[in-house]
């Protein structure tokens, strides 16, 4: 028979996870527009038709990327997820990207917090981290 402490950390781990499940980063979950934390969606998109434009592509130097299938877009810049690889919470993706003079392939890492949250880092420095929150319209 096990010790009661042990029995009340095994249940005490379970409650955690039921509550504060880790959740598979993958490219699906993280689709839509995101802006960093500490700016205003309306400040970086707006909703036309069917879809979501930033507000003012060519001059802005907005924060925020709108992600569609493979394709993760900013104000400046495109680029296509070539490969995701998942790690629990987190994802890297080696990213082709180009704006109107070059062109470079990178890896990013994702890590998800929650549906409207993530952080995204260089996968060689994770503690340096940006946050993102999703833009609902």
Known sequence: MLPRRIVAAVVAVM??????????????ELQGAWTMEGTECDQTF???????????????????IIIAGNKI?????????????ADGDRMT???????TILFDTIPVSFRVID??????????????AFGYQRCRF
């Open 46 to 64: 707006r909703k036309t038709g069917n879809g979501v434009e930033f507000v003012d592509k060519g001059g802005s130097v907005t924060t925020g």
């Open 15 to 28: 409650a955690g996870a039921a509550v504060y499940p880790v959740l598979a980063a993958t490219l699906d």
């Open 115 to 128: 549906e409207d949250h993530f952080e995204r880092f260089d996968p060689n420095f994770p503690d340096f």
């Open 73 to 85: 877009s900013g104000p400046n810049a495109s680029c296509t997820a070539q490969r995701t690889k």
């Open 93 to 99: 993706a080696l990213l082709s990207c180009s704006d």
